[in-house]
């Protein structure tokens, strides 16, 4: 009929191949892996190294190499002074107050315990997401009932003689847990409309300026004994930064791109599973079984809490989306 409008044709991109999937799930697994060793590394390196002088390397290279990217791939953000004054505040959650909380956590734990943090913030998000207006299935719910009956056993571990876990160190971590997770609720829609690089690299670069600025007159550069820092302390701090904060960011976003963020979540309880073996292997820290037990109740309900439900997984992002999708989780940053 005259008149009318022409159909239109939208054309969407073809799916990914065997190939994109496999690499795609290799940098999810590579991601995990550097996540569940950056506590290990982090540990050793607070033998020689405050976490003041740990953390303000940690973040000036990471931050540097973040921004610097950002910049490149999408220009200078031009934001208003609001979403400027938001990403900072943000930031200053997931940066100042986490990293403060969580060096503490891992200089009062064993590595291995402090671990546990990556598997706890999915749990977390969960039940704070309702003072949002979010809501959970049945699964989930029951999910985070689980993880939160392994917590509280692990608490109650604390009390018993001769268990290296302590009840101060693990509140701490739980602190850091709880602060991630906001942080993770208000970057989700920020990282829909900001992009999630821009908003990763800036939020880091601005939310750390109050611990740096913190931490200045604390820099201990010759060590704690004042013997100067073996060479392994600053590669430790390199592969902190550069491995588990700029590599695994550049991966677990690669992978929730091509397999989607329902696919690539449930893989991150694999950390503290990876942190609980490093720490045995490497650190030599030998936690009694009731610990490895109440490791693993957290970790199952994790798992259930994070399982994609059926029906519900995601197909891959569309390419014009690119890492901007709006339904992407973005990676901690530890």
Do not use: C
Not at 235 to 261: C, D, K, P, R
């Amino acid at each position: 009929m005259e008149g009318m409008l022409a159909p239109v044709t939208v054309h969407f991109p073809p799916p990914p191949s065997e190939r994109q999937i496999r690499l795609a799930l290799a940098g999810v697994l590579l991601t995990v892996f550097l996540w569940g060793a950056n506590v290990v590394a982090l540990k050793a390196v607070l033998g020689v190294l405050n976490a003041e002088t740990t953390n303000t390397a940690r973040v000036l290279t990471s931050g540097t190499v973040l921004v610097t990217l950002a910049v490149r791939a999408h220009g200078w953000p031009r934001w208003d002074a609001r979403t400027w004054l938001t990403v900072a505040g943000v930031g200053l959650l997931g940066n100042t107050l986490f990293q403060a909380f969580f060096l503490t956590g891992i200089e009062m734990n064993p590595a291995g315990v402090a671990g546990l943090v990556n598997g706890l913030v999915p749990v977390l998000v969960l039940p704070l997401g309702l003072l949002l207006g979010q809501s959970f299935t049945r699964r989930q719910g029951a999910g985070v009932a689980v993880a939160f009956a392994g917590l509280l056993g692990l608490l109650a571990l604390t009390r018993v003689p001769g268990v290296s876990v302590t009840l101060t160190g693990l509140l701490w971590l739980l602190a850091a847990g709880v602060v991630w997770a906001l942080y993770t609720l208000f970057n989700r829609p920020l990282s829909a409309r900001l992009g999630t690089l821009p908003f990763v690299a800036f939020s880091l670069a601005l939310g750390s300026v109050p611990y740096l600025l913190y931490a200045l007159p604390h820099l201990q550069f010759a060590g704690l004994k004042g013997t100067g820092v073996p060479v392994a302390a600053w590669l430790g701090i390199a592969f902190s930064a550069l491995g588990a904060n700029v590599l695994a960011y550049l991966a677990w976003a690669s992978g929730a791109q091509v397999l989607g963020a329902a696919r690539t979540s449930v893989w991150q309880a694999l950390a503290p599973v990876i942190a609980l073996i490093l720490s045995a292997a490497l650190l030599h820290e030998r936690l009694p079984a009731s610990v490895w037990g109440m490791a693993a109740v957290i970790l199952i309900g994790a798992t259930l809490a994070n399982w994609p439900e059926p029906g519900r997984i995601r197909k891959p992002l569309d390419t014009r989306e690119g890492i901007q999708g709006r339904k992407e989780k973005s990676p901690p940053v530890p």
